[in-house]
Structures are given as C-alpha cells and as structure tokens.
C-alpha cells in the first residue's frame, strides 16, 4: 500500500518525507489555504520534497475553468497531479485532460457510481472521502471495498487514493479493502508508529537494563 501526505505543510512534508515511506502528497484548497500562502508556490514547493505524484485541486466549476486551469497546475512540476471535483462539469474534464495525458484525481467521491464514472472518464486516481461518508453514518471502508470489486470486474488502471483518514483504523481496514493508497493527516501519520505497549515495553526493557547495569557494578 502506498502512503500519501494529505497536507500543504511543508515542514511535516519535509518531516516525514526523511522517512522515506512518503509516496505522495495530496493537497486541497482547504488546505492551502490554513498555509497562508501562495497556492503555485507552495504547491510548487512540495512538488520538490516529495519525488511521487502531488495532488492538487482546481477551483473552477466549468469544464472551461477546470480545463483551463488543470492545463496550468499541469505545468508547474512532472509530478503534479490535478484534482478535479465529481461534478458532471468535471468527469468532462477528466476526460478531455486523460485523453492529453495529464493526470487527474477525482475527488468527493461518496458512491460506487461516481468512482466508476471517474474510472471510465480516465482518472488516474479515484479520492473516496472515508470520514465524511462514516460521519453521515455512511461506511466509507465498505464503499472502498466496492470500488476495489467494480475497477478489478472490469480491469480498470484507476488508483483509489483512501481519503478522509481519521486514524489508524482506517488506514488498517483500507488496507484490508485493497485499496491502492491512503492519503493520511500529517497529525494521523506521525501517530501511526506509536502503541502503548511498545512505550511500556521499552520502558520496562530500560529499567531492567539499568538494574542490571546497576547489579554489575
Ligand atoms: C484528500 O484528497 C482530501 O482532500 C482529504 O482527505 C479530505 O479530508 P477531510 O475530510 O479530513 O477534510
């Protein structure tokens, strides 16, 4: 399973880039916009720390705007991938932008019918938004598990890129579902090492270490 950053910071970007599991990095205008920067800059930036595809997201809702702009973002770094949204505006322009060969990452998508559209329209990746769909009382794991059934029935190349991740669990059963990626909060992924037996087995390991040390003296 691939690890993306779901993040415009550059700094846990830098972070947990040095770890070298970092295969991605997914961004919005959500998320851009808490950076208090510019979008191309910073955008551009990221594009420079992490060597895999960079997601980000056009802000136009005509297939004009979209294509306009995804024809833009397109040129600021060999990585780039443009985020369209799942509206009819933009399976439009995932299609037109696919058949260019510029990389798109539909996302929103909250329904098998609309991954399957993104698929069929060329995306390279397809974002089900997890959290959102578990927050209306939805199954977000159960939607990725479909998806993954639907894109293998019928052999598509669509990546599903796990979003929406509110944990450690998540990342767990969207792994479990086969999904190709999950895109994880910078705050979720610098958790995902940690468990409280293993602070309290290298807790209990160091006190017998030292009483040990302590005995040899
Ligand atoms: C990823 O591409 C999405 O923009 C992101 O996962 C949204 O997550 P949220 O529901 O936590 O805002």
Do not use: C
Not at 194 to 204: E, N, Q
């Amino acid at each position: 399973m691939k690890f993306f950053l779901d993040t415009a910071n550059v700094d846990d970007i830098k972070r947990y880039a040095q770890l070298g599991l970092v295969d991605g990095v997914t961004t919005n205008p959500t998320l851009v916009s808490k950076e208090g920067r510019d979008f191309e800059t910073v955008v551009k930036e990221i594009t420079t720390i992490v060597s895999g595809p960079v997601s980000a997201e056009v802000t136009g809702t005509t297939y004009e705007e979209m294509v306009a702009q995804a024809h833009d973002i397109a040129k600021w770094a060999d990585n780039i991938v443009v985020k369209i949204p799942m509206t009819e505006a933009g399976l439009r322009a995932v299609k037109t932008l696919s058949e260019e060969g510029i990389k798109t990452n539909v996302t929103l998508i909250f329904s098998v019918a609309q991954g399957l559209l993104a698929a069929k329209a060329g995306a390279t990746y397809i974002s089900p938004f997890l959290g959102r769909l578990d927050d209306i009382g939805g199954s977000g794991i159960e939607l990725v598990a479909d998806l993954r059934d639907v894109l293998d029935n019928y052999g598509f190349k669509t990546e599903i890129i796990a979003a929406s991740v509110r944990g450690a669990d998540h990342v767990k059963q969207a792994a479990l579902a086969g999904s190709d990626i999950a895109t994880i909060p910078a705050k979720v992924f610098g958790k995902l090492w940690s468990h409280p037996l293993t602070d309290k087995g290298l807790a209990s390991f160091a006190a017998d270490w030292e009483a040990f040390q302590a005995q040899q003296k």
